[in-house]
């Protein structure tokens, strides 16, 4: 389906997408504020992105350093060309370690990947242990935000998936009783699982270690309580040297939420005496978007989700609407090159305004994308373009009698015409709008008049 | 071809302008060190506290089961530790020594010799965290010029208690981890 008819279906709740729109601006608010407090923001943001610049030129001679400092530090590198075999990887382990029931923190590599369907068809229990994630895992759903995971679910929604898998009080939706009964749910999770999986926000070539940013800590809980720790990375993910990490973590955080930093910040080096770190390199398409000069800057992503926040489609759709791993804008360039056919509505869902670039902190010139992939979505599928207003609006302009003519005519039509009419399901720009009152001269007469 | 040897020369396959590292300027801090950790901390959901105070706390017994890894409150250690960290599930609290802290942010950094187990700042029900006021930075870069290629096998950097608004965005300290931390300037 595509993405006009998917937000349709989010904006049937009135009131609940209203919420979302103002929660999400609320977000981006706080994001304005905190990075109004760092007198050199601008600098950092530039910074970034001559350091991904950098580490796209140099990808390959990256990823070998990492691989040789990891191995030294006695970590297992693995390398995986597509999800398949990045699936098939993770469940190699879990069989040898005979391992039925794994704990994850958040990674929107292994949701790419589809990992937990791949392995709970395997045998494999996972539980998603990030708070967010957890929800929509219960509701068999998906995260509709990478950040935010559960941002398009009310408290009332919560209460009602809890009260039938934790059994808590019916109609108790405090924030705070229902967190406090997740919390002994995967407490218990967490002491009894083998292998737990993490995904990585940034690997550093220089030192052969991984980075991982979380609010809640269950990556860790997870991590140092389990035999092996396996974490999944998307090549892009690599930065050269440690020093790096003060331009990034300064960024990360302030752009996806407007604190100052995650509460935890870990830097897995090596394994404790006696377990066993894994790390699984994955490519799923990216080198194939390297390849793609106007669309290589989208691999400088470092998963924040301030464009998400910021964009007016995004906050009035839902992450749904995308039907994509990653949506809002960012997504939109993203999954285009990973299934151009299923992705093709998705460039659309834009007004370009340009705010996703305006706030992203590596400067990747999301809204220029976007426009480039139109380019080649309607070169690539002529029949997008040639609907048939467009093919009697081509008509009309051609024209100059026709557009005067109809011009005239519409004035008219619709002073008189019904709204029945105006707001049909025929006029796109009547859904979910007013039009604007009508002028009632056209700009050509009123010059005629006055500029004589 | 192994798929490394085959991701490796689709990246190769790729003509790339060379593109330079940009060399990352010194970014001073501006504003006292102290008062600033202070307020990041407080932001960030956890305190500061005094040794008094925390001295107090500890003898009003609130605290069932405590580890003390500074010798200044030892007396207190009421729990054996042993290699296994799912001993430490009901854990009460636990008093630890910081590295050094961060202005900007209210970061503390930690490495494996300050932790010993590594799950012990986020399995202990209540964490303090106790940090000389000389070793403060001023932001992130200093931070990491501090820290160097020294070597730990596990790093972290904690600014806070563990938290989640994953509900309708209302803050809830204590998901998973510490639900509170406590640092303590000596």
Known sequence: MSH????????QDQAKSKWHDETLWFVRDKRDKISKSVPEWENLRDLASQI???????????LEEFEKNAKANNIHVHWAKDSEEHNRIVLGILKEKRCKAIVKSKSILTEECHLNPYLEKNGIEVVDTDLGERIVQFLNQAPSHIVLPAIHLKKRDISEIFHEKLHTE????????LTHAARIHLREKFLS??????GVNFGVAETGEFVVCTNEGNADMGVHLADVHIACMGIEKIIPKRAHLGVFLRLLARSATGQSVTNYTSHFRSPSPGKEIHIVLVDNGRTAQLARPKFKNSLKCIRCGACMNTCPIYRRSGGFSYESTVPGPIGSILSPGIDLQKHSSLPFASTLCGSCTDVCPVKINIHEQLYEWRQEITKAQPDRAKSLAMKIANGVFAVPFAYNLSGNMMRGALKILPDSITYSGLNTWGKQRDLPELPKESFKDWYKKNRK | MSSRDLILS??????????KLPIIPEFEFEGDLKARFIASIQANKGEVISKADLLGLLASGVFEKVYSRIEDFSSFTNIRITEDAHQLNDLNLAIIRGQFGVAENGAIWLEDQDMGLRALPFITEHLVIVLDSANLVGNMHQAYDMIGLQESGFGLFLAGPSKTADIEQSLVIGAHGAKSLRVVFM
């Open chain 1, 52 to 62: 991904k610049d950098n580490v796209l030129a140099n990808l390959g001679s990256y």
């Open chain 1, 193 to 198: 699982a083998k292998v737990a999986i993490t």
């Open chain 1, 170 to 177: 019916k109609g108790n939706e405090d924030p705070d009783y």
């Open chain 1, 4 to 11: 006009p008819i998917q937000a349709a279906e989010f904006l």
């Open chain 2, 10 to 19: 689709k990246i190769k396959a790729v003509p790339l302008a060379a593109k």
